[in-house]
């Protein structure tokens, strides 16, 4: 048999669900084992320490996934020792390849958030104002320590080099079997590539009006899925309901909105677009009757940055205008 592709797992700062799809696969996965060999999954699944990964061999893992941004100083010092230790690092989820939800947290200061989380919350009890510090003597002779927050967040790309990128919050469990499939056979694109079916969510989608016969029409209303039920037969775009089917990569199957909730973006941008945000708002706007419809799409709709940059905040030229930081990124 051939030799074993030796793999790797990383959650940096994420919430693993990324990794969920993977265990989603199921009996599939336990039938891909026998071409892969998992050298290092943690902290999720192995409870590995820093030098155990430290103490492998450079290049001496073949395919490594890193799912979650750059977060913290552990996430930073993680991905790079992962990345000096692979062959081929694939960012792997929104986070990784976008900054993901949490990413949105660029929008605020670190003071901010720090107030949020551990002060004003109306669930937190600390009358003290006790925060977390990265360093703390306990007892007067043990140091302490925790990965300290970074200013900024980042995409994996930013701090180390990627040679491949995977969308979805998290990647629909197919696409990953097919991919892992992809990566046994070899049959890969281009290093710098997104991984995906090349298809948008809208020609995944069960109604598609160019698939259902429907006519295309301008909207004249906005709503939110909190006012109406979507009929499921139509195209939720033109029903008022936004919708960035048209602008996402479609390889989950179109999973949202099977279940009558718009696409938000997570797959990823389809190919050529640079600023996926920006294209967003410009294919909604373009999909509007008039100015009185915008208006009422602002007004449904008061954070345009939280909902365009949802999951691509950190990728976006938005995100570089508001906080300067692009040079200063680890």
Same mark, same amino acid.
């Given at each position: ?54 103490a ?5 893992i ?8 750059? @977060?913290?100083?552990? !996430?930073?010092?993680?991905?790079k020792?992962l ?34 989380a551990y002060?004003?919350?109306f669930?937190?009890?600390?009358p003290?104002n ?12 043990? !140091?302490?320590?925790?990965?300290a927050i ?23 469990y ?10 046994i056979?070899g ?38 899925t ?7 037969e ?10 960035f ?14 279940? !009558? ?5 997570c ?7 640079k600023?996926?945000g ?22 449904k ?8 940059? @949802? ?9 570089h ?5 692009k040079?200063?990124?680890?």
């Amino acid at each position: 048999m051939a030799e074993k592709i030796k793999t790797a797992f990383l959650l940096a700062g994420g919430c693993a669900g990324c990794e969920m799809s993977v265990v989603d696969l199921s009996e599939h996965l336990v039938d891909a084992l026998d071409s892969l060999e998992i050298v290092f999954w943690a902290p999720t699944v192995l409870d590995a320490k820093y030098s155990d990964l430290e103490a492998m061999p450079d290049k001496s893992i073949d395919l490594a996934f890193v799912d979650g941004m750059i @977060r913290n100083t552990e !996430n930073l010092h993680t991905v790079k020792v992962l990345r000096d230790k692979s062959k081929v690092l694939v960012a792997f989820g929104a986070c990784a390849s976008m900054g993901g939800i949490a990413a949105m947290g660029d929008l605020h200061t670190k003071e901010e958030l720090f107030q949020e989380a551990y002060k004003d919350s109306f669930s937190t009890d600390n009358p003290d104002n006790v925060y977390p510090s990265p360093e703390y003597l306990l007892d007067g002779k043990y !140091n302490l320590t925790l990965p300290a927050i970074l200013d900024h967040c980042s995409t994996l790309d930013q701090v180390v080099d990627v040679d491949y990128f995977v969308g979805g919050c998290p990647p629909n469990y197919t696409f990953v079997g097919k991919l892992v499939n992809a990566i046994i056979a070899g049959d890969l694109p281009p290093a710098g590539s997104w991984l995906t079916n090349g298809k948008a969510v809208c020609d995944v989608c069960k109604r598609n009006p160019a698939t259902t016969n429907q006519e295309r029409f301008l909207v004249d209303e906005v709503k939110r899925t909190c006012d109406d039920r979507p009929d499921p037969e139509i195209c939720l775009l033109q029903q008022g309901f936004m919708c960035f089917g048209p602008v996402t990569q479609g390889d989950c199957g179109g999973s949202c909105l099977n279940v !009558n909730i718009p696409c938000r973006g997570c797959g990823g941008p389809i190919p050529g677009i640079k600023d996926f945000g920006a294209r967003c708002a410009s294919m909604l706007a373009s999909s509007m009757t008039d100015d009185a419809t915008a208006q009422k799409f602002m007004d449904k709709f008061n954070n345009m940055a939280k909902l365009f940059y @949802r999951y691509s905040h950190t990728t976006s030229k938005l995100n570089h205008a508001i906080a300067g930081h692009k040079e200063d990124t680890p």
